[in-house]
């Protein structure tokens, strides 16, 4: 089983619309989190961490379910500028620090 | 947020060379640092983790004798692919941390291809 599991996608949304991503993790001893969002050819960039009681910026809304092992993202009011590849991303502790990626998700938002 | 500088953004190279590709923390202290590399249309996977003065701790299956990590400073790491071949070819990318689970920020990546 992957570490970090996401669905590749593509999620194709039309502007406007609200759409979620998940992302689940193995292991327990996972000690914090991240949503990043890469565009196409380019690194990826932190677009918000994600707490244990939820937490929101703008029109981006981050949950983390520790219990159920799993990791969300909600993006109300899409625009096009948002089409991009979401990368959930978590740091674990294995004895040391280690920063696992997902496979991403991809969005395509249309006019 | 914190700036992460990596370079060369591109090289070309002979097979059987060895690359050098720099990652530097402008304005942070990292302590520590990880290596990825990405090919089209995949997902970014880790190479290897360092800690500033310290040996790397290196996924499985990646050969650490051809993937050299140096870790010196709290802001820089280097990482020199030696003897590449083509399928050395991809996109290498760093990222540092600052403290222990607080986020890390990325370089811009190096686009290596090894002709």
């Known amino acids: 089983r992957k570490e970090v599991e996401q669905d590749p996608g593509p999620f194709n949304v039309p502007e406007g619309a609200t759409v979620a991503f998940n992302c689940t993790y193995s292991n327990s001893a996972s000690q914090s989190f991240f949503w990043y969002r890469q565009d196409c050819r380019k690194e990826p960039k932190l677009l918000m961490s994600?707490?244990?009681s939820g937490n929101e910026d703008g029109r981006f809304t981050a949950q983390l379910n520790r219990a159920s092992q799993y990791i969300s993202l909600l993006i109300r009011d899409s625009k096009l500028s948002d089409s991009a590849t979401y990368l959930c991303?978590?740091?674990?502790?294995?004895?040391?620090?280690?920063?696992?990626f997902g496979t991403g998700t991809r969005l395509l938002v249309s006019p | 947020g914190a700036v992460v500088s990596q370079h060369p953004s591109w090289v070309i190279c002979k097979s059987g060379t060895s690359v050098k590709i720099e990652c530097r923390s402008l304005d942070f202290q990292a302590t520590t640092m990880f290596w990825y590399r990405q090919f089209p249309k995949q997902s970014l996977m880790l190479m290897a983790t360092s800690n500033e003065g310290s040996k790397a701790t290196y996924e499985q299956g990646v050969e650490k004798d051809k993937f050299l990590i140096n870790h010196a400073s709290l802001t820089l790491s280097t990482l020199t692919v030696t003897s590449a071949h083509p399928e050395d070819s991809s996109f290498y990318i760093c990222?540092?941390?600052?403290?222990?689970?607080?986020?890390?920020?990325f370089g811009q990546g190096t686009r290596l291809t090894v002709v």
């Open positions: 994600v707490y244990s």
């Open positions: 990222s540092a941390s600052e403290g222990l689970f607080t986020e890390a920020f």
């Open positions: 991303v978590v740091n674990v502790n294995t004895g040391f620090q280690k920063l696992v």
